[in-house]
């Protein structure tokens, strides 16, 4: 099992900035990729970013590709997600998710955190 912890969602007016931290602990080992998600109310999930553990590869989704970054720090198990020129649209629960392969990083995740909400207010 893995266990994932989000921090550092929040309120802030559109254009500005957030950080997203994930937390992992347990059996990390068995990881290869972290990643991203949202959903809005009314919407389905999305996926927003993710990076492998390994090699950092990223990949995003176009609607944040520019804006979003995500990094990892390997030695403290945890993933980042930096959230630039925040827009309205943007606003979601964000869960962070750990998969074991490294391909198909948009789907079929293993492990999901709890969730932190972020509002961007026009």
């Known amino acids: 099992q893995v266990q994932l912890v989000e921090s550092g969602g929040g309120l802030v007016q559109a254009g500005g900035s957030l950080r997203l931290s994930c937390a992992a602990s347990?059996?990390?080992?068995?990881?290869?990729?972290m990643g991203w998600f949202r959903q809005a109310p009314g919407k389905d999930r999305e996926f927003v970013a993710a990076i492998t553990w390994r090699g950092g590869s990223t990949y995003y989704a176009g609607s944040v590709k520019g804006r979003f970054t995500i990094s990892r720090d390997n030695a403290k198990n945890m993933v980042h997600l930096q959230m630039n020129s925040l827009k309205p649209e943007d606003t979601a629960v964000y869960y962070c998710?750990?998969?074991?392969?490294?391909?198909?990083?948009?789907?079929?995740?293993?492990?999901w955190g709890q969730g932190t909400q972020v509002t961007v207010s026009s």
């Open positions: 998710a750990a998969k074991g392969s490294s391909v198909g990083l948009t789907r079929e995740y293993d492990y």
């Open positions: 347990g059996r990390t080992f068995s990881s290869n990729a």
